[in-house]
């Protein structure tokens, strides 16, 4: 339960890289108007692969961020965790100065890190043991993100990687709010990356019979709660928030632009790719998060779903929705921007509670694009194919990874008393 | 292009508060008791739609026109030859107010709408009001819910009928709060242009141009979010509408 004593933790800057832009601004624009980040695979050659569409963050330029050497020595996936860190504090106003560095620290999540890296190196190494590179260990960590990122902007407090899969970023932001919550930092950078798009990926993917194939319709091919929908589209991404001790924000007049108030997490212990029957893993983690939060559930507005287009995911989460939420079920809206942005994977949490972030600034809820053929499982308002204008107060952002992790988050907008 | 008019107006259909507008509009068709189509379609979720032909056909009767109830609610209806028989020889089509959605989904593709266009094409005046008005535009606005004021809680923007393409018809324009309006109007595409018309205010269709008819005013609010207002009796250009076949 929500203790009385803990610390409130706001959001005072975003940055955001993902298929439909490089900025908040140009993704948040692109998802409003429900426009598809999704296209062919142009990173290499798709030949022999069952898939061969993705969402692909094709115009960023790491050189914004980082100097060329840093760029050598990083993984993509790390690339873009610094890139949308130094967004994130641009966006927050926020120096980091030898004062106040060690009560900044940084929680990043990753699903497949440096995986990149990874095959590059064996790859190598099948040639020639001496062609391996001694950055290999550092590039691939998934670490490493949180590591760049402190490094580059000098933060040296509380500094973690979180990995539980496609909720990595989720847990990220929910346990950077608790030490901020907690009095170990008055600052986090919290959020998550993922660049792991590369021909074995999708492979393995595709051997597990969770992507879509609807390649001659890249646009259309994540449909979340859509009846024909046929798996999800691997993305890549990186999401990055700067939470911030509220007193702390105040005192230097920050904009707060949200506040982080309810995180549950739970395991399904039931299976390394399904969901638990009854989705009683979702439920649980949803409803702790409302615990604590201390609102009623009838308080929530609009829900950022998991909604990854797999059969598995979306009646799952849908029931889970249904059992948390009653009544209300049907009235909240519920959308997935996993239809635009793809399934970024680690980064999804970073990005969807971004989302959220930004539904309740522009009372804009998301809609999830490419719903044709309605589901008899999945009946809820999914806001369809277009954005609503409606005042959001109160958000959750819903997380599941591979392994039954779940992580659901709870963000109120407004003015703060 | 089609000889029939449109009217589109803001709300009141059906009261005195009309009374005067719709007169001229009924001496304008030029015949003794012009038949007037009552569709309340836009009601059809609703246990309304018998009280709006009710309080339409007492209207129109009072000022001197033939009136009859079309009773298109669902799909089913919008394909059913008796529905497209009994406007054949309508002089004038009048949808009434409710949901927009709702009407859009149930006249899209319909043989209903078809024969609604096939008497606009042939010199029937086609009037909407508030959800009937906005379903004309080639978008339209989408509300849900009702909050404590009585105004939506959610607003949406999708496909209208298309009739006045790049148009969004915003009804009830005086009584919304600006901030509303403008918060909606977001939502809108490069190019829409939102056409707001007052409560107890029509839009009517001339043969060259449009005017403003009734006690508000009509606005235009371009793409850049600059709105230009248009009282009652001033004349409006510009608003171009598709040439039906």
Known sequence: MRSDRRRRVVVTGIGMITPLGSTVETTWQGILAGRSGIGPITRFDTSGLETTIAGEVRDFDPTLYMDRKEIRRADRFAQLAVATAGQALADASLAITPENAPRVGVAFGSGIGGVSTLVDNILAHAKDPRKVSPFMIPMMIIDMAAGEIAMKYGAKGSNMAHVSACASSAHAIGEAAATIGRGQADVMLAGGSEAGLIKISIAAFNQARALSTRNDDPAGASRPFDRDRDGFVFSEAAGCLVLEELEHARSRGARIIAEVIGHGMSADAYHITAPAEGAEGAVRAMRMAIADAGVAASDVDYINAHGTSTQANDGSETAAIKTVFGKHAYELAVSSTKSMTGHTLGAAGAIEVIFCVLAMRDGMLPPTINQHTPDPECDLDYVPNAARAARVDVAMSNSMGFGGHNASLIMRAGALT | ?245
């Open chain 2, 1 to 245: 292009m089609s000889r029939g008019r449109l009217v589109l107006c803001g709300s009141g259909e059906f009261t005195p508060a009309m009374a005067a507008v719709d007169r001229e509009i009924l001496d304008g068709i030029g015949r003794r008791a012009p038949r007037v189509a009552i569709v309340p379609t836009a009601a059809g979720l609703e246990d309304t739609p018998r009280a709006w032909v009710a309080m339409g056909s007492e209207h129109f009767r009072a000022l001197g026109a033939e009136p009859v109830g079309v009773m298109v609610l669902r799909r089913a209806d919008a394909e059913d030859a008796a529905c497209c028989d009994a406007i054949a020889g309508a002089d004038w089509i009048y949808f009434s107010g409710g949901q927009p959605g709702h009407l859009v989904d149930t006249l899209a593709g319909s043989r209903f709408w078809d024969a609604v266009r096939a008497r606009l094409r042939d010199g029937a005046v086609l009037a909407g009001a508030s959800a009937g008005a906005m379903m004309l535009g080639g978008r339209t606005f989408d509300p849900r819910g009702r909050d404590a004021d009585g105004l939506p809680t959610s607003m949406g923007i999708r496909e209208g009928l298309g009739v006045l393409p790049e148009v969004i018809v915003a009804p009830h324009f005086d009584a919304i709060p600006e901030a509303r309006w403008r918060h909606w109007a977001a939502l809108r595409r490069d190019g829409d242009r939102v056409l707001g018309i007052d409560e107890e205010t029509a839009l009517v269709e001339q043969r060259a141009g449009w005017s403003v008819r009734g006690r508000g005013r009509v606005t235009i609010v371009d793409r850049g979010g600059a709105g230009v207002a248009h009282p009652s009796g001033a004349r409006l250009d510009g608003l171009a509408r598709v040439a039906l076949p």
